[in-house]
């Protein structure tokens, strides 16, 4: 069975592009927010959203990202149903997919969210992303046109830095993508090395 490497960041940290890094290094990489969005989807899940949220989740019959995302925005009560419902499915799932990756030494699992599902208590080792919060904000200002405040709201929704690097294995700093990448072969090296001598 390979190892669990957990892989996540605080917003605009550059996850995404890590993790990118990693799977250009043949290593397979869930990106559990993208299987999430899936899962999402599907016709028995939505069903049992609009049992629970109603109609106005849809937008001609199909769940609205949008809608669903503003409804459990700052409501931690919403927030906890859905995250009921599509969390355990996500996990199932991604089961599935390290049994599928039975030859790996190690996988990677991408999430926004490690630290604060608690799913990270599930990982051999944890690989975190760090940046300067104002590179951050203006990273995702960038890629995604909203606000300043926006960013620091959801910013102020999750687990910063000091709660989270004592709780990591390995942390990238990634300020240039050179030096970002550097660390990444590096800690896949390493990683080689530290489960071969298991
Ligand atoms: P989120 O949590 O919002 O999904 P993330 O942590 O996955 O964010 P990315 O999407 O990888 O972050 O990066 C955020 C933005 O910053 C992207 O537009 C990305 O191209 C850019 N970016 C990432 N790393 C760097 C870097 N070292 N230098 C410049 N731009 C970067």
Redesign the pocket.
């Known amino acids: 069975k390979p190892k669990i490497i957990g892989l996540t960041?605080?917003?605009?940290?550059?996850?995404?592009?890590?993790a990118g890094y990693f799977a250009a290094l043949d290593i397979p990489v869930y990106i559990a927010?993208d299987e999430a969005k899936k899962i999402l989807f599907m016709p028995h899940v939505v069903k049992e959203l609009i049992a629970i949220f109603g109609n106005d989740i849809l937008t001609e019959g199909i769940p609205d990202k949008a809608k669903i995302a503003a409804l459990v925005f700052n409501n931690p009560e919403q927030l906890a149903k859905l995250n009921s419902i599509i969390h355990p499915k996500v996990a199932e799932h991604f089961k599935d997919w390290v049994l599928q990756n039975s030859g790996k030494l190690f996988v990677i699992k991408e999430t926004?969210i490690l630290f604060e599902s608690g799913s990270y208590k599930d990982c051999d080792f944890i690989i975190l992303?760090t940046?300067p919060t104002d590179v951050r904000i203006q990273?995702?200002m960038?890629?995604d046109g909203v606000t300043r405040e926006k960013v620091l709201q959801r910013i102020e929704n999750q687990w910063n830095d000091q709660k989270t690097i004592p709780l990591s294995n390995f942390v990238i700093n990634?300020?240039?993508?050179e030096s970002?990448k550097e660390q990444v072969v590096d800690i896949n090296n390493l990683l080689k090395n530290v489960i071969n001598k298991g």
């Open positions: 960041g605080g917003i605009g940290s550059g996850k995404s592009t890590i927010d926004a992303v940046a990273r995702v960038n890629r990634n300020i240039d993508l970002a």
